[in-house]
C-alpha cells in the first residue's frame, strides 16, 4: 500500500511540475519579447523625510505590461527573469532608465536627489556588473553618490569574502548600497557590521505591524536601534497611515517610502508631483 500511494504521488508531483515548467517557459518567453518590444517600463515612488514632508529621493520599480494592456505584478516576473538570466540584461536597462530620469530631475533644478535601484544576485556577482555601473555613470554623468543599490538580506549574507570584494568596489565608485527587506533574511550581525553598506531598508511586513496588532512594531524598533548603533541610515517601507509614521518618528526613524505619501508613478506624473512637493 506504501508503495501504491509512493507511486501515486510522484505521478501527481511530475504533472504538476510539468504544468509548471510550461507555465515558466511561456511567462519566459513573452517577457522577453516584451522587454524587446519596449513594453517594460520604470515606474518611480519617492522617498519622504517625515521631519519635514520633503521628498529626497526615489525607487526605481519595474513593470510589465502585457498586449491586452494588463499589468503583471514584479513579485511574479522577476523570478522569471532570475531564473532565466534575463534579468542581467533588464537589470541593466533598468539601471540606465533610472540614472538617466535622474540626471534630467537634477536637470530641472531640483538638487541633491537620489534614486535607488533594486539589484538581483545574479546582476550583482556577474563579473561585468561593475563595468556596466562604470558605463552608466560614463553616460549619464550624475554624482555617484545619487545613485542607491539595493541589494537583499539573503544576498547580503551570502559568501562574505565575494560580497565584501564586490561592495568594496561599487562603493570605491561613490555608489551608495541598501539593504532592501531588512529582517526578513537570516542576518548575521556580525557579517552586517563588516559590510560596508549605508543604508537598512526596513520591511513593510514590520512596518504593518505596529498597527496590526502584532509585537507592537517591536522588530522596527529593533531595526532601528540597530541601524543607529550601526551608524547605518534608515529608511522604512510601506507606511501606510499616521500611526505608523509618528511610530517611526518617535524612535528615530526619518525616511520613508509608502502609501501614505506616494504610490509608485509613471515617469511623467513623477516629475509633476516632485515639482509639487517642492
Ligand atoms: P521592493 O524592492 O521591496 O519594493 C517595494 C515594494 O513595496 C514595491 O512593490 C512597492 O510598490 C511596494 N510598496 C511601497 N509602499 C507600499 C505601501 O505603502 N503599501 C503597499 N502595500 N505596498 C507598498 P512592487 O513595485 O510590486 O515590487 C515588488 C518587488 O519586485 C520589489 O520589492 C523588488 O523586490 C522587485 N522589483 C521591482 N522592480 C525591480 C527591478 O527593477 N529589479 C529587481 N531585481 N527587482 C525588482
Ligand atoms: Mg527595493
Ligand atoms: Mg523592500
Ligand atoms: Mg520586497
Not at 158 to 181: F, W
Not at 197 to 208: G, H, M, S, T
Not at 257 to 275: E, M, S
Amino acid at each position: 500500500r506504501a508503495k501504491i500511494y509512493h507511486r501515486a504521488a510522484y505521478c501527481y508531483f511530475t504533472r504538476e511540475m510539468g504544468v509548471e515548467i510550461r507555465e515558466r517557459v511561456r511567462m519566459m518567453h513573452a517577457l522577453r519579447t516584451a522587454f524587446e518590444d519596449e513594453r517594460l517600463f520604470v515606474v518611480y515612488q519617492p522617498q519622504i523625510d517625515m521631519r519635514n514632508g520633503k521628498p529626497f529621493g526615489a525607487e526605481a520599480l519595474l513593470r510589465w505590461r502585457t498586449e491586452d494592456g494588463d499589468l503583471i505584478s514584479p513579485d511574479k516576473f522577476i523570478p522569471i527573469a532570475e531564473y532565466s538570466g534575463l534579468i542581467v540584461s533588464i537589470g541593466e536597462w533598468v539601471l540606465r532608465t533610472a540614472c538617466y530620469e535622474l540626471d534630467k530631475i537634477l536637470k530641472s533644478g531640483i538638487k541633491e536627489f537620489r534614486i535607488s535601484v533594486n539589484v538581483s544576485q545574479a546582476q550583482f556577482t556577474h563579473p561585468l556588473f561593475l563595468q556596466v555601473i562604470e558605463r552608466v555613470l560614463a553616460d549619464t554623468k550624475i554624482p555617484p553618490e545619487c545613485l542607491e543599490l539595493e541589494i537583499t538580506e539573503s544576498m547580503a549574507m551570502a559568501d562574505l569574502e565575494v560580497l565584501t570584494l564586490t561592495l568594496g568596489k561599487i562603493k570605491s565608485k561613490g555608489v551608495r548600497i541598501s539593504i532592501d527587506d531588512f529582517g526578513t533574511g537570516f542576518s548575521s550581525l556580525s557579517h552586517l557590521q563588516k559590510l560596508n553598506v549605508d543604508k537598512l531598508k526596513i520591511d513593510r511586513a514590520f512596518i504593518n505591524e505596529i498597527t496590526s496588532g502584532t509585537n507592537e512594531g517591536s522588530i522596527t524598533k529593533m531595526i532601528i536601534q540597530l541601524a543607529q548603533s550601526l551608524h547605518l541610515e534608515v529608511i522604512a517601507e510601506g507606511v501606510e497611515n499616521l500611526e505608523q509614521a509618528n511610530y517611526l518618528l518617535q524612535f528615530g526613524c526619518y525616511q520613508a517610502q509608502g502609501f501614505l505619501y506616494a504610490k509608485p508613478q509613471n515617469k511623467v506624473d513623477f516629475h509633476a508631483w516632485l515639482h509639487d512637493h517642492q
